[in-house]
């Protein structure tokens, strides 16, 4: 098993930034990509980007390519998200997830582990 604890959120007024982490634990050996969910109330949860262990890198949602980075140290066992020019449409609750392939899947269910999430919340 693989554990994922992410870190991070918080409130931050629009147009201001973050960084979220997010830790893996246990099994690491077997996680060839780690990649960032969010899901917004009532919605659907949403791909935001990942990265695997060959340095692949993905991005989702055009609203985010330009603002978010995400970086990985896989022998440290760790992945970040770097969010700037935060808008109010980005509040949601942020998920680490992490996989046995070096696919990175858009699809929340091909992923097989995930953290508790964390709230990001950005105001106006």
């Known amino acids: 098993q693989v554990q994922l604890v992410e870190s991070g959120g918080g409130l931050v007024q629009a147009g201001g930034s973050l960084r979220l982490s997010c830790a893996a634990s246990?099994?690491?050996?077997?996680?060839?990509?780690m990649g960032w969910f969010r899901q917004a109330a009532g919605k659907e949860r949403e791909f935001v980007g990942g990265i695997n262990r060959r340095g692949g890198r993905t991005y989702g949602a055009d609203s985010v390519k330009g603002r978010f980075t995400i970086s990985g140290d896989f022998p440290k066992n760790t992945m970040y998200l770097q969010m700037n020019s935060l808008q109010p449409e980005d509040t949601a609750v942020y998920y680490c997830?992490?996989?046995?392939?070096?696919?990175?899947?858009?699809?929340?269910?091909?992923?097989?582990?995930w953290g508790q999430g964390t709230q990001v919340t950005v105001s106006s």
């Open positions: 246990g099994r690491t050996f077997s996680v060839y990509a």
């Open positions: 997830a992490a996989d046995q392939s070096l696919a990175i899947s858009t699809t929340a269910s091909r992923w097989d582990y």
